[in-house]
Nanobody
Framework: QLQLVESGGGLVQPGGSLRLSCAVA????????LGWFRQAPGQGREGVSC????????YYADSVKGRFTISRDNAQNTVYLQMINLEPEDTADYYC??????????????????WGRGIQVTVSL
């Protein structure tokens, strides 16, 4: 069993930056992939970015390519999402998730077994 705890969210102006962190605790041998997902008010869940624990292979949604960077620290069991040039459309609750294998669908979240409670990111003047 794993527990995931997100941090680093908040209010930022358009064009600003934030770095989200997700600490993974528990049976930390039990995951092979980590991902970030988001859900805006009234909308469905969207896969933002995923990363393989083994070789750092990554996936990015088209909407965030060039602006968001995912990284992981295996020793600290932490995954990060560096977000720059934030836009109002990035406003959402952001969730960290872990999967037991890299056989996942980063667009939908299918295959991810463990989820954090989420953290709010608001991009507004």
């Amino acid at each position: 069993q794993l527990q995931l705890v997100e941090s680093g969210g908040g209010l930022v102006q358009p064009g600003g930056s934030l770095r989200l962190s997700c600490a993974v605790a528990g049976f930390t041998l039990d995951y092979s992939a980590l991902g970030w997902f988001r859900q805006a008010p009234g909308q469905g869940r969207e896969g933002v970015s995923c990363i393989s624990r083994r070789d750092a292979s990554t996936y990015y949604a088209d909407s965030v390519k060039g602006r968001f960077t995912i990284s992981r620290d295996n020793a600290q069991n932490t995954v990060y999402l560096q977000m720059i040039n934030l836009e109002p459309e990035d406003t959402a609750d952001y969730y960290c998730a872990a999967a037991r294998s890299w056989n996942v669908d980063c667009r939908s979240g299918l295959g991810f077994h463990y989820w954090g409670r989420g953290i709010q990111v608001t991009v507004s003047l």
